[in-house]
Nanobody
Framework: QVRLVESGGGAVQAGGSLRLSCVASGHTYSPTCMGWFRQVPGKEREGVAA????????YYVGDVRGRFTISLNNAKNTTYLQMNNVRPEDTAQYYCAAEYTPRCGLGVSVFSHWGQGTQVSVSS
């Protein structure tokens, strides 16, 4: 049973930084792709960033490019989302996702496994 556990969410002022972490466990192999999504009440879950194993490819949604950085520690099956210069519109529940087949991207349908989420709140 794959399990994803996120940490690092919280409250921060606009312009500040946060780092989210997500550890994957319970699978024989390491994930081929890990990603971060966010969702606010009443809206669809949105892909924020994703990374292929080994860091050979990364994906970002337009409004976080240049502010957020996704990274992956394969040895620890852990992905990180470094969030810099955060904005109030970044406020959302952030979810980690993992996939073990050879596919990657920002679509919800790409991923088979999800964490429970961690809240990020940015005040102006």
């Amino acid at each position: 049973q794959v399990r994803l556990v996120e940490s690092g969410g919280g409250a921060v002022q606009a312009g500040g930084s946060l780092r989210l972490s997500c550890v994957a466990s319970g699978h024989t192999y390491s994930p081929t792709c890990m990603g971060w999504f966010r969702q606010v009440p009443g809206k669809e879950r949105e892909g924020v960033a994703a990374i292929y194993s080994g860091g050979t490819g990364t994906y970002y949604v337009g409004d976080v490019r240049g502010r957020f950085t996704i990274s992956l520690n394969n040895a620890k099956n852990t992905t990180y989302l470094q969030m810099n210069n955060v904005r109030p519109e970044d406020t959302a529940q952030y979810y980690c996702a993992a996939e073990y087949t050879p596919r990657c991207g920002l679509g919800v349908s790409v991923f088979s496994h999800w964490g429970q989420g961690t809240q990020v709140s940015v005040s102006s």
